[in-house]
Each structure stands twice: as C-alpha cells, then as structure tokens.
C-alpha cells in the first residue's frame, strides 16, 4: 500500500480499490518511488538539454539518481524474482485526462536489479517524450510530474482499456480489449469494443469482432460495465 507518500493518478485509484475490496476487487500487491523524487529527474533532464546544446548532439540521461537507485534498489529487494509491472503514474494521469498510452509502463519478466532500473529509466524517460509533451500541450497542461509503481504481474486473460466516460459520447462508458496482454495502448493485434449507455443501463454497441466472443465473456463484460458506472462514475478512464 502506498501509506501517506504520492504515487500519482494510478497510486490514489489502487489506494482506493485496497480500501474498496469488500467490492469484489482483487489488488495485487504493489508500492512504488514517491512523485517528489521526479524532481531529481527533472533537474536530470535539464541538464541533458544543456549538454545536448553545448555537445551540438541528443543527449540522453541513461544513469538514476543515486536517491532513485536506492529506491529500485529496496523494491527489487521486496519483489524478488516474480514478474513485475513497473507502471508510469504521473500527478494528472487517471484523473480529468486519460494519458492512455503517454507515457510508458513497462513488464518485467525476469526481475534483476539491471532490469528494473532499465525499466524505471524508461518511464521516467517517458515524461518528456514528444509524445507526453504534445499531448499535454493539446490539453493544456504545463507539466506534470511521475511516480513510478512497482506492482506484482499477473499473467491476464483478457486486459484494455475502460473509459467511464467516453471522450467523443460522455454518455457512454467504452472498454477496448484484447486477449493476453494488453494490446489496445501498443495499437496492436486483435481488438474489441464494446460501449454501454450508462443512462439506458445497456450496451449500445460491439464492434464485429466481438461476436467471436462467448456468451460467459458477455455477461462478465455487462456486470464490469454496472460496477465500473456505480464505482467510477467520475473518473474519465481506468486500466
């Protein structure tokens, strides 16, 4: 559990399925590199556009700063050698805005501390990626800040993407998902959509592929979707 320390937008909303569990909602397992600690990242960043500027060439920090080392350090310690995701979290992500696919989670099968630290790296990276920086600037956000969760894997059936609130028909609440690992965010493999009208209670559409699916998968999809409207009526998007 994440106790008093800021594990960003994905910290608050496993905090809150830990203290919801009486719902039905199994967490694995999970702690993380508090948000203060991107400020080390950044003044990193900084840096590294001075050096690029001065060198004439990309310059890329490839080192943590000593302070997040520990940190990885303690958490691969803890973790051991289970499969862990090491998950962005920054301060604005799974709040008013989605970030799906901004900034980079990452899964870690065979947990080292060479692998994690690579691992953080990469979604630390990630926040100043031209990618999060134009999203952020089509949405109007200055900057943001990261933590980084580490959380036990758990090899899933299906994974995707819910939005309780559709950005293009904010009536409806639509998951996008894949069989395996998660495939929506890369933008590959086999898809499905389905979307619920929260107001009729119904779903208001599937996308063809969906009829592959079994009638069991269906029924699992209609009580998500009554849970997720019941739950997470305010929140724009969960994973």
Same mark, same amino acid.
């Given at each position: 559990m994440t106790e008093q320390r800021n594990l960003g937008g994905k910290g608050k909303g496993l905090d809150w399925l830990v203290k919801n569990q009486k719902l039905g909602y199994k967490v694995p397992r999970f702690d993380g590199i508090d948000i203060s600690f991107s400020q080390d990242i950044q003044k990193q960043a900084e840096i590294a556009k001075i050096a690029s500027v001065l060198s004439g060439k990309p310059y890329v920090a490839e080192i943590l700063p000593e302070q997040i080392a520990k940190k990885v350090k303690s958490l691969t310690a803890r973790f051991g050698k289970? $499969?862990? $995701?090491?998950? *962005?979290? *920054? &301060? #604005? +992500?799974?709040? /008013? #805005?989605?970030? @799906?696919?901004?900034?980079? *989670?990452?899964?870690?099968? @065979?947990?080292?501390?060479?692998? /994690?630290?690579? @691992?953080?790296?990469?979604?630390?990276?990630?926040? /100043? &990626?031209?990618? $999060?920086? =134009?999203?952020?600037?089509?949405?109007?956000? =200055?900057?943001? +800040?990261? @933590?980084?969760?580490?959380?036990?894997?758990?090899?899933?059936? !299906? &994974?995707?993407?819910?939005?309780?609130? /559709?950005?293009?028909?904010?009536?409806?609440?639509?998951? +996008? !998902?894949?069989?395996?690992?998660?495939?929506?965010? +890369?933008?590959?493999?086999?898809?499905?959509?389905?979307? !619920?009208?929260k107001k009729r209670g119904r779903i208001s559409f599937k996308s063809e592929s969906c009829d592959s699916l079994g009638v069991d998968v269906m029924v699992l999809l209609d009580k998500l979707f009554r849970e997720a409207t019941k739950d997470f009526y305010s929140r724009s998007e969960a994973q």
């Open positions: 289970q $499969a862990v $995701a090491i998950r *962005s979290s *920054s &301060s #604005h +992500e799974d709040g /008013n #805005h989605s970030f @799906a696919g901004v900034y980079d *989670s990452e899964i870690v099968d @065979a947990p080292s501390l060479e692998s /994690n630290r690579e @691992a953080v790296m990469k979604v630390y990276q990630s926040l /100043n &990626s031209p990618r $999060a920086i =134009k999203y952020r600037a089509e949405k109007g956000i =200055k900057d943001d +800040e990261m @933590a980084v969760i580490f959380q036990r894997f758990v090899e899933p059936d !299906f &994974s995707g993407v819910v939005f309780t609130s /559709n950005p293009s028909y904010p009536r409806d609440l639509t998951i +996008e !998902f894949s069989e395996g690992r998660n495939k929506v965010v +890369e933008g590959t493999g086999r898809t499905y959509i389905v979307e !619920f009208d």
